[in-house]
């Protein structure tokens, strides 16, 4: 079977995540196509996958002007940039894996739907923790009637100190006219995977949150403007020289350190925190996304469920909690533990124990995902997709109703 061919629309991070497939796999997948205006990164790629220069690109327009040339388009651009693409290649005929949030706005998501509607292309976008081990168990043990039915979720994401500095504070996500509100940007893999395990609509939705932590004025009086340059480093956890030059010497090279720099090593980190804007102080940044918030929704039938995401824990994985009528269930991403009512036994589904994919990030979810997406390319198989056009809308309406009630302070119908 002839190996299926992709482009990659922005050689970033989650660029590379997927393009790493055709590596592992060169007898299903191939890239021979990239844009990306950033040189180094633009190269990169096409050294790694032998690109002919004919295929590298610049600008992702350059290359949606040419008569189709690959089976699929990866497009992994910063979120203000995904509508136009998805749009231009859906044109083409390409078949799309859109990375997640589909766009951050109402109106663009919903141009997006209207463009892949109704074409012979395969659409997903990538909310990776559908297509998790850990999740699949989950969700077969919800609908395996085990635990009757759902009454009620509780779900937490625990961003993690560091993160929330790394990519909230300082980093793409920082803020919202450059990107999009935080529960769009980090946390519509939250509101989409309780979507998913209820599986029923969500009709309700109120919502609570501030940026509380990372602002000027809670900045410490013998605090610098750089962590290079600080008294109050030592003391500070958000401290980035600490964070980054502790990946540095337990030998992690890769996400978070080379969205830093390039140069890898600890000299061009240093570097990078004195030249660039990793190393500012996170009480002195341009952001203005939240470092907490709330939401409660109400589904179909009464089911009830609340999410938090917080900056404020230790990065891990998330926690979740699902409340049946025959029983309960705690899952933590790699431990599933399931109590009966009836019998009062327990039993605990360890995946920690199985050997992780390559692609090990979101709990195994990235390569799930990229494996999902070209198999059904390959085999046209939609259903192997499990993240399609129109319930990605609908959960990116239920962000988008979350915000609005957490800005206007009131409930949100979403039934209308």
């Given at each position: 079977m002839k190996p299926m061919e992709m482009i990659i629309a922005g050689a970033g991070d989650r660029g590379f995540v997927y393009a790493s497939y055709a590596r592992e796999h060169p007898d299903r997948a191939?890239?021979?196509g990239v844009a990306?205006?950033?040189e180094f990164?633009?190269?990169?790629m096409a050294l790694e996958y032998n690109i002919p220069e004919e295929n590298v690109f610049k600008d992702w327009k350059d290359m949606a002007k040419?008569?189709?040339?690959?089976?699929a388009v990866l497009i992994t651009t910063q979120d203000q940039m995904h509508r136009d693409p998805a749009i231009a290649f859906a044109k083409r005929g390409y078949h799309i894996l859109l990375e997640k949030p589909m766009a951050p706005d109402e109106k663009s998501c919903r141009d997006i739907v209207k463009a892949v509607t109704g074409k012979t292309i395969m659409f997903a976008v990538a909310h990776v923790l559908r297509y998790t081990r850990y999740t699949q168990e989950l969700k077969s043990i919800v609908d395996s009637g085990l635990i009757g039915e759902i009454v009620s979720i509780q779900h937490l994401e625990p961003v993690g100190f560091w993160h929330q500095a790394h990519s909230f504070v300082r980093g793409n996500w920082r803020n919202e006219r450059e990107s999009s509100f935080m529960l769009l940007t980090k946390s519509c893999h939250d509101l989409d995977w309780i979507r998913y395990i209820i599986g029923k609509r969500c009709v309700t939705v109120s919502s609570f949150g501030s940026l509380t932590h990372f602002k000027k004025e809670n900045k410490p009086a013998i605090a610098g403007s750089n962590c290079l340059e600080c008294d109050y480093e030592p003391d500070c956890p958000y401290s980035a020289k600490r964070i980054y030059l502790g990946f540095i010497k337990r030998g992690v090279t890769g996400w978070p350190v080379s969205v830093v720099t390039s140069d890898v090593t600890s000299a061009g980190v240093i570097k990078a925190l004195r030249d660039g804007p990793y190393g500012r102080c996170v009480y002195e940044c341009d952001n203005d996304v939240v470092d907490h918030q709330v939401v409660n929704m109400e589904f179909e039938g009464g089911v009830t469920a609340s999410f938090t995401m917080t900056a404020f824990a230790k990065?891990?994985?998330r926690e979740t909690r699902i409340f049946g009528t025959r029983g309960e269930i705690y899952g933590n991403g790699t431990k599933?533990?399931?109590?009966?009512?009836?019998?009062?036994?327990?039993?605990?589904?360890?995946?920690?124990?199985?050997?992780p994919p390559?692609?090990?990030d979101h709990g195994g979810g990235d390569y799930a995902l990229i494996h999902a997406f070209v198999s059904a390319v390959v085999e046209n198989d939609p259903s192997k997709i499990l993240s399609g056009q129109d319930e990605t809308l609908e959960t990116h309406l239920m962000a988008f109703a979350a915000e609005r009630s957490r800005?206007?302070?009131?409930v949100v119908d979403l039934k209308s």
């Open positions: 191939r890239i021979v990306e205006p950033r990164y633009r190269e990169k040419r008569d189709k040339f690959a089976d990065a891990r994985p599933i533990q399931v109590y009966e009512f009836l019998t009062g036994r327990s039993e605990v589904v360890d995946i920690s124990t199985e050997t390559s692609l090990a800005k206007e302070h009131r």
